[in-house]
């Protein structure tokens, strides 16, 4: 009989077993990350891909430093504005997955696609498709003119033109062209196209006013100041010959801060801090003098166009409202059909006649009610934009214009909302003399002989010593 061998016990050394358990979880760990990867790969494909058609990548902001008068080399957004919400591509797709998220709209999709089916046919398909297609038409003619006057309006304004001030002179450009860099030339009551650095203005204490209503909404003008050192340069010319660079921090969208430093190497050696005085942000309005801006953000990145959001279909309280009350009917037709099917009895096929019975009371859910709103609201907006009481009214989306009739309480949070901040002058009350709007001219003429310091023709040989000391402080509260 051979020899029985024992079986013996590998024994591995400490060493040994951690390496090799080692290997076995760091096996076990790639095996997995590469199986989550081949997981994930169709899922970013397809994310990559609808963001391709829509237009709508992720951005990743960064600080930069800009040198004054020369081009910069890295590449940034375009400074385009758009407010469409759709492109060729998407605009079917988003159109009808709009218009189908609606009950009503969904609803009689199914009973036209019903009508394919020949067991359960009761009419010709055309009686089915033929609203549901006119209701889809009239909401794709009204989607594509509202975004067909977005569109206009955005040319608009990226045509506009503004001066650019180069090594060879000035020129015209036009708002979508001035990038990064660029030297901007704004005069008074002219529109910022980006956002900038104020580097210059034609005031000698290199102050200027700006107006953000259309930014933050208030009416009241903002002081903003140069760069010191650009300011004291004797002409435009000089920022070409000059080296400096202005450092600007990340885009963010708070609208009252901003850290930027401006250094300077030649010919003189100088470093400033930049803080939001020193700004001029994309669709403010330059209200006071001409000023030199440094674009520092364009497009996507300015400051109004991060506080914006994305475009989006509105829909009112009134197209809500049918879409519940469509429910309500649909269960109204559900219990007639059920009553119909209980009184004539579940013998046969009585899903069929279920079927059937729904699409017979179908027409209790009127589709035409759709098709006269939109056409309401079309015929609304159009009153509106031509109304000879509201000059100049333009309706930007014609899906919500009935909520107007609908406003019952309007809140504000202060009276110039609601009203204009102006100030009439009505009198002038200068110690024991009063003027008005009727006596003023002799104010005037009091102004006029002290600038000039020759005296006018019926007044010389009366002016007293109480009027001397009322042109004095008329003086010094105009000054």
């Known amino acids: 009989m051979p020899e029985e061998i024992p079986l013996q016990n590998s024994s591995l050394s400490g060493d040994e077993e951690e390496y090799l358990l080692q290997y076995t979880t760091d096996h076990s760990t790639e095996m997995d990350r590469v199986r989550r990867n081949r997981q994930n790969i169709f899922g ?13 990548w992720e951005t990743k902001y960064r600080d930069r430093s800009v040198a004054v008068g020369a081009e910069t080399k890295e590449s940034f957004p375009r400074n385009r504005i758009k407010n469409q919400k759709y492109n060729i591509i998407t605009f079917v797709p988003l159109v009808l997955f709009l218009q189908f998220k609606f009950f009503l709209n969904l609803y009689f999709l199914l009973m036209a696609c019903s009508q394919f089916i020949p067991g359960i046919r009761i009419g010709y398909p055309y009686t089915y498709w033929g609203p549901l297609s006119f209701v889809l038409l009239v909401t794709m003619i009204r989607e594509a003119i509202d975004d067909y006057r977005r569109w206009k309006r955005d040319s608009e304004i990226n045509s506009m033109k503004y001066v650019k001030l180069t090594k060879l002179g000035r020129v015209t450009v036009k708002s979508m062209k001035i990038k990064v860099g660029d030297l901007i030339v704004v005069e008074k009551d002219q529109r910022l196209p980006a956002d900038m650095v104020l580097i210059r203005t034609s005031e000698k204490t290199g102050s200027c006013f700006i107006r953000t209503d259309q930014l933050d909404g208030e009416t009241d003008w ?27 921090e990340k885009p963010q969208r708070d609208i009252h801060s901003f850290i930027g430093t401006y250094s300077q190497t030649s010919p003189t ?17 330059l209200a ?10 364009t497009g996507k990145e300015t400051r109004s166009a991060m506080n914006n959001s994305e475009p989006r279909s509105k829909v009112g309280l009134l197209d809500l409202e049918v879409n519940q009350l469509t429910k309500v009917l649909f269960g109204a037709v559900i219990s ?32 035409s009610l759709r098709v006269n709103l939109d056409m309401g609201k079309a015929y609304y907006t159009w009153c509106i934009q031509r109304d000879k009481r509201i000059p100049d009214t333009v309706v930007r989306s014609t899906t919500i214009a009935e909520e107007l009739g609908r406003i019952s309480y ?27 709007n009727e006596t003023f001219d002799e104010v005037a003429s009091l102004l006029a002989q002290y600038h000039s310091q020759t005296p006018v023709s019926g007044h010389s040989q009366t002016l007293s010593s109480t009027r001397v000391i009322t042109l004095r402080r008329i003086l010094e509260a105009s000054a």
């Open 336 to 367: 007639l059909a059920s009553l119909m099917l209980c009184l004539k009895g579940f013998d046969g096929p009585w899903y069929k006649y279920m079927f059937r019975f729904v699409l017979l009371f179908s027409y209790l859910i009127p589709i």
């Open 222 to 248: 903002k002081l903003r100041l140069a760069v010191t050192s650009t300011q004291a340069l004797n002409s435009d010319e000089e920022l070409f010959d000059i080296a400096a660079q202005v450092y600007a």
């Open 44 to 56: 970013r494909f397809f994310r990559q891909l609808w963001r391709y058609f829509t237009c709508q």
């Open 288 to 297: 006071s003098g001409t000023a030199i801006g440094l674009v520092i953000y």
């Open 269 to 285: 050696v100088s470093r400033e801090s930049l803080a939001i005085d020193n700004t001029l942000w994309c669709n403010t309005v």
């Open 410 to 436: 309007l809140l504000s949070d202060k009276t110039g909302t609601l009203t204009q901040n102006v100030m009439h002058f009505r009198k002038l009350h200068l110690g024991t003399v009063s003027y008005s």
